[in-house]
């Protein structure tokens, strides 16, 4: 009769794995919070103005980042390349980190001009068709970029070397190969968010790690594809 071992067990590898992309969320959102809680520090006297916005910026400045090493990590779980999590995400941090920076300003600019293109279009769509036909437009623009972040930080994980320019490109290109599954996932981040907004102890448990895991499950075989193609060349 074998003996039952519990850390090979079906449920303690479940468990472990469930308490890994916590961990993974708290490394993601910790230092988000604590950047945003002392720049606000700063800005507490224009809360209610613009300028209230700003501690955002250094949040999202961390925080994309984060999420693409969370992902290189899950990634990297789901190869059996390893079986760490703080060791393996500041390690997937600090080699990825100024090219998600970058991303994330490129990222932020596309946000601030649709955000501005739809409002004044919404704003105007009684002076003619034209602006109706602005306001759908910035719209559907939005939505691609959406569709394209989702998929940035899978391409820069699987596809390592590339430059900013050549991973919009293949996320461009990934994104729209499975419409229908990204899609899927950019709702289920934008109810994600939602939840969070309203449910912090979500957020807390698996606010970006859940979506992040869901995400790399259902693109796996794809992206592995690409990556074995991608290391067979490198050799």
């Known amino acids: 009769m074998k003996r039952f071992n519990l850390y090979n067990s079906k449920i303690f590898k479940f468990f472990d794995y469930c308490f890994r992309l916590v961990l993974i969320n708290l490394l993601i959102l910790l230092p988000s919070f604590l950047l945003f809680y002392l720049f606000s520090l700063l800005f507490k006297d224009n809360m209610e103005s613009l300028l209230g916005l700003i501690p ?10 984060a999420i693409c090493a969370g992902v290189d990590l899950i990634r990297k779980y ?3 390349q390893c079986n760490t999590v703080f060791k393996e ?3 997937s941090l600090k080699r990825i980190f100024f090219k998600a920076l970058i991303e994330i300003i490129i990222i932020l600019i596309f946000v601030v ?19 109706g036909f602005g306001f759908v437009l910035a719209i559907a623009f ?4 959406l569709v394209i972040i989702v998929h940035l930080p899978l391409v820069m994980n699987y596809m ?7 991973d919009i490109k293949l996320a461009s290109m990934m994104a729209f190969q499975d419409l229908v599954i ?11 968010v939602a939840l969070m907004i309203y449910t912090p ?3 807390v448990i698996c606010g970006f790690s859940l979506p992040m895991y869901l995400l790399i499950k259902l693109t796996f075989k794809k992206y592995y594809i690409v990556y074995i193609r991608t290391h067979k060349d490198k050799e």
């Open 78 to 80: 789901e190869l059996k």
């Open 201 to 203: 102890t979500l957020a």
């Open 56 to 65: 955002l910026i250094p949040a999202m400045l961390y925080m994309y980042p």
């Open 113 to 131: 001009l649709f955000y501005f293109s739809i409002s004044y279009f919404y704003l105007h769509l009684s002076d003619g068709i034209i602006n």
């Open 142 to 145: 939005a939505i691609m970029l």
């Open 89 to 91: 995400f500041f390690k």
């Open 160 to 166: 390592e070397g590339c430059m900013i320019i050549d």
């Open 182 to 192: 990204t899609l899927g996932i950019v709702i289920f981040i934008i109810g994600d």
